[in-house]
Every structure is written in C-alpha cells, then in structure tokens.
DNA sequence: TTCCGGCATGTTATCGATAACATGAAATGT
DNA sequence: ACATTTCATGTTATCGATAACATGCCGGAA
C-alpha cells in the first residue's frame, strides 16, 4: 500500500492522474497549462483521467515552483461593512477573474497597528499583487511592501508619492469642489462633518479642500461648524442637529452615509431641505437619489478605481515597466439634486 | 555570486536570516513557531536577524510541506456588493485574525456557473476551510467539497442535509413569523416581495413561510400580490406601488433593501405607513430604523453567524470531531416597530 | 540514404519551509 | 561515577508541481 492510505480526506495528486492516463505528471502539467503543448489524444486521455479522480490543482505547490507566487491579490480596507469598498472590490474582482486571479480580503479596522500585521500576513501568502484602500502609515509595513518587489497600488487618495502606485480621485480636489458649489448657491454658513481627521487621512484631505474653498470666496472658517462624528445613518442626523444649531445654513457630509442620516433627520424633524439648511453629501450612494429631497453628491468612480487598479497589477505582471511612481487620477463629479 | 543576484525585487528566504544569525534554518523555523524550543539567546539573535533582513515567511512553502494548507479560509458570496453578507464575513474574520488566519474572498454573482468556477480555484489554493453564503447547486462542485476533506460551513439557509456543517436562520420560519405577525395586526390582503426565487433559494423558502402563515390563517394566497424584483431602493419603491395597486394593505419585503426603498417611497407620495399600507422588512438594516415610520424588521444575527462559522472550522481543525451533519441555528427576532 | 529539426513526451533538479530523525552537550538520578 | 534523560541544535528527506534539460520518433531536405 502506498503512503497515501487515507484515500478519504485528501486531495488527488498530478501523480495519480499522471498514472491513470499512462503518461508522465509532467504530460499532465503541459495539458493543463499548454494544451497546445500535448496531441489531441493524450489532451483527452488526461482531460477523462481529471474528471474521474475530481483533480484540483495544487496552486501551492505549483506557485511556489513557477514564481513564488499565489494567483491572489490581497485587498486591504479600513472596514469591510463599508459599501464604498465594496464597490471597488467588486470592480477589482471583475477585472481579475478573467485571468484566474482572486482576492484575498483583510479589513484593518482603521488600525495602523492591524494594518500592519495584515500586510505582514497577506506578504507571508505571496500575493501576486496587493490593494491598499488607504494611506499606509507603519513605516516598516512601507518597507516590507517596497521590498517584496510584488506591485502595490494604493487607491485611498491621490497621493503624489506613493509606495508604487496609485488609482484615485482627489480628496483634496473633491473637498474643495463640493464646497464651492455650495457658495455658489449663495450658502454663507457652510458646515462640515467627517468621520475623524486623525485617523483617516482621507477625511483630513477633504477638510483642507473644504477650508480652502472658503478662503477662496472669503467666507470665515468657524471652527463649531466644523465637526466630527462616527460614521453611521444615526450620527449624521445627530451631527445636523449640532450643526443648525451652530448657525449653518448648509451641511457638507464628507464621510460615509452621514448625508442621508440627515436627510432622514430633517424629515422627521419637518425641516424644509433646502430652506432650513441645505445638504452635499460626499459620496454618492444609491440611496441618496431616493431621499426627499434627493441629494447632491458627488459621484466617485468606485468601481472604475478597482478595474483600473488590477488592470495596472496585471500589466506589471505582463512586464510593462510603468515610469514610476504612478499616478492615476480618476476625478470625481458632482450631481447636482434638490437638496442644495 | 550566489543564484540570487537579483536582490532587490526577492523576498528573504529563512536561509538568509538563518547565515546572519549563525545558526541553521530549521533552527530559525523552530524560533519563529515554537519559540520555547529554542534558547533564549540564539531567539533575540534570530529576531534581531529577521527583522535586519526584513523576512516575511513564505506561507506558500512552509504550507506545502506541514500541512498542504494555507492559512486562509475562502468564502463565496452571492454579491460582494451587498452589506448583509459584509457582516458575517466580518464575523468570521474578528474570529479568524486571532488564529492568524485570513480570508479569500470571492463573488458568484449569484450564477451556479461561476460558483463552481469559483470553487474550483479557491480548492485549488487550498484552503484550511469554506464558508458558502448560499446553496451550493453545482453536482460537481459539491462532490469536490466533499472529497477535499476541507470543513465546508453553508450560511445561506437551515438546510437539513448539508454538504459538512451548516450555520443559520431559517428562511422559512422567518418568513412564516413576519407574515404571521402581519396577520396578528389585522391585516388580511398581505403582499410579498422578493429576489427572483429561481435564482436565490433564500426567496423561495421565504416565500414558502408567506404562503404557509396565509395558510394557517386561512388566508386566500392571491398570485397578483406576490412579485419578484431586482435588488435596490428604487427597485423596492417600484414594487410597493405595484402591490398597493394590487389591492394589498401589507406587504412583506423579503430581500435586500427593498423595503426602506418602499417607505421612501411612500414618503414621496405622501402615503401614510401604516394606514395606506403596512411594511415589513426582512433584514434590519441600520436604516431601517431611521425612516420615519421606522421599520418593523427580522433581525438576523448575521455577525453571529459568520463567527460561529469560523469557530467550527477552528474546532475541527484542532482536532474536534463532530457528529455530523452539523446543523446549528441562529435563530431570528421580530423588531417591532411603527410601520406595520 | 543520411542527417537535421521539430514535435511529443520523459527525467531530474528545484522552489522554501518543515517533519522526522540524528547528534552532542549539559543536567539529572542512583 | 556512570547511565539516562533533557535540551538545543543540525541533517536529510519531502510536500506537489514545474523549469530546464534530455530523449526518441517521424518527416522532409540534401
């Protein structure tokens, strides 16, 4: 009896199929991975052999023979309930699947620390690329990254020097436009609200934009009405309370689904939108044109930045070398509703 | 020069630690896994040599060889997109991250084809567990789950003959509660609501609930006030309108987000809820208790899910034998509130 | 006929870590 | 003081596939 006794619980080998075809494992290497390497008849002989055994690759082992590499791409985000990272996978995950390739997924909590282990534990599986959708601040995590050599692409903000690579539209940029509509409309008293500053570099980017825009149109930056709140429907109402109170006469939500939490908010309340107070939502999530009144938003590319993304690990892989660093603007929009 | 010219873009072997650190690598193996094999001394001079050399362990060798495993549990959702998956896969990674394992991501799209595609390739990177979010329906996608020996853990639904393990609510009964407490409040022409029950078996055995509570209360089950839509808000909106034009005073949302899509849009219309018509909502969204009127719901305990999922996959691969099938049930709880 | 070249297939070495076994020194027991 | 265990470490073989090289066969050019 040979040393595979516990037929029951473990995967076929290329061996086995090898030897049910009568040919060599590595005839079965080529059929599955050059086919035009191998005649018609064996082709066959091997493609029976697979089906009868229910053979399945051993990407670990072949992966660590061919390049040392898995056909994974790991993705880490700051918090996997959130839907805008969602989108992004998906078009990551789309553009992948085409060529075999997976996704890996690590959620870092919005913890520097975590962050960390995550990168350590994702570099130990030997991704063949990785995703980072924010900035990534333990600098010996930045140094395992740039190290690996393995193409990273960072896709939170649109940084000027990234690591490797970066897909984004700018914070900064989309800050600054969604607030100058606002005076544009005539609001004097605008408002803001985001998820906190420090520990998502995005939200202090968007609040640079806001200040700006200000400063531009000569209008007063008053520091209570700017604040900072957890994210979630509940606390964006709760942070348009507070706000009106302060005097605002329009709300700019840069963070999460905060908009609609207040939309919601004001209809409880009776408040008329705009009139009362005006909201601009920051991302424009499906649920934002089915409020009353529908809001303005801006509209990010989400799911484009994830395609766009693996699209660039896939050339690296292709062995273009891209003129570093990278630096891929997808800009943003604004749709103008009822709401400002 | 040594085979490794090409420094710069390579990841440190074990080998490179185990030369600076004067000792051999199975001792930096033993260091790195076992610390309490290996004295004190040689240990800091072995971390100190990892962390010069920046060494990231290649899971995808020491995997081969111990166990032919990666630490890595795949899962299979329908639709990344869609948050209620988002909190079981964060249950199972809070349980997974404190053994050091992470999670392979994929999405089926909800077609049985790329399902079985999908579980070929995460078969193939061998991982130490699966979690379906759904049925598995593909015959060989099924007999390949079984052969791997790996522990398969279904989320979708209670079924009573699953493939390994099985960890849910039942459909079913959820959707025979929630109709049974429509009928409890008076009304009598209940509408319902769903995904398209061909291709989510969750739909039909909801909607199996529906027409059972009817039943029960000897109800007559009118065809013209039961419908299939497509998932999303405005979606929702749509077919609340249709069954109120059917003649319902009730109806029973059974999927996704369609229900807050519905009070939207009766708070567009200015319908009165309840009154005009009640809503129900299968899922408790966080928004669903921010519309006005707030959403009576199902709670599923959906994060509970995904963490009970990853802790059988753990018992078992510490060794724990279960009397198979597995079947656990999370149970469900009707939340009460304005709208029915 | 002879020789060369392409095609289908086989053989061997290897990827990087670890299980299993081996070794030598210090510690312990009697 | 000598046998025996314990402890720290080293050596060798191996996980399963594949790169690199080798072989043998057949057909066409010379």
Redesign the pocket.
């Known amino acids: 009896m040979s ?2 006794a516990d037929q029951s619980a ?9 030897k049910r075809a ?13 086919p ?8 066959r002989r091997i493609a029976r052999a697979v089906r009868d055994v229910g ?14 590499r898995t056909k994974l791409v790991a993705a880490i985000v700051p918090s996997v309930r959130n839907s805008l990272f969602a989108a992004t996978s998906h078009g990551m995950s789309d553009a992948l699947r085409a060529r075999g390739i997976n996704l890996m997924l690590g959620d870092s909590h919005y913890s520097p620390d975590e962050e960390e282990d995550l990168v350590t534990a994702f570099l130990a599986q030997r991704p063949c690329g990785i995703v980072l959708h924010d900035v990534v601040r333990s600098p010996h995590a930045r140094k395992l990254l740039l190290k690996s050599g393995i193409p990273v692409v960072e896709v939170g903000d649109l940084t000027r020097s990234p690591l490797d690579m970066v897909v984004s539209y700018s914070n900064y940029a989309a800050g600054k436009a969604m607030t100058r509509h606002l005076v544009e409309r005539g609001y004097r008293r605008i408002g803001f609200a985001s998820l906190a500053t420090a520990i998502t570099a995005r939200s202090a980017a968007r609040l640079k934009g806001y200040k700006a825009a200000l400063r531009e149109a000569a209008l007063t930056i008053d520091p209570a009405r700017i604040i900072e709140v957890e994210g979630g429907f509940a606390s964006g109402g709760a942070a348009l309370v507070k706000l009106v109170e302060a005097g605002a006469d329009a709300v700019f939500f840069a963070g999460d689904v905060l908009a609609v939490g207040a939309a919601l908010e004001c209809q409880r309340r009776g408040w008329r939108v705009p009139g009362r107070v005006a909201i601009a939502s920051f991302d424009d999530h499906e649920i934002a044109a089915q409020v009353s009144p529908a809001l303005t938003a801006l509209k990010i590319p989400r799911y484009e930045i994830g395609r766009r993304a693996a699209e660039l690990i896939l050339e690296r892989h292709s062995g273009v070398k891209h003129r570093k660093p990278v630096v891929i603007d997808v800009g943003f929009e604004i749709i103008a509703r009822d709401s400002t």
């Open positions: 040393r595979r473990t995967h076929a080998r290329m061996q086995d199929v090898a009568s040919v060599s494992a590595m005839t079965v290497s080529r059929a599955l991975r050059a035009d390497q191998v005649s018609e008849k064996t082709r053979y399945v690759p051993n990407e670990l082992a072949g992966g660590l023979r061919a390049f040392n």
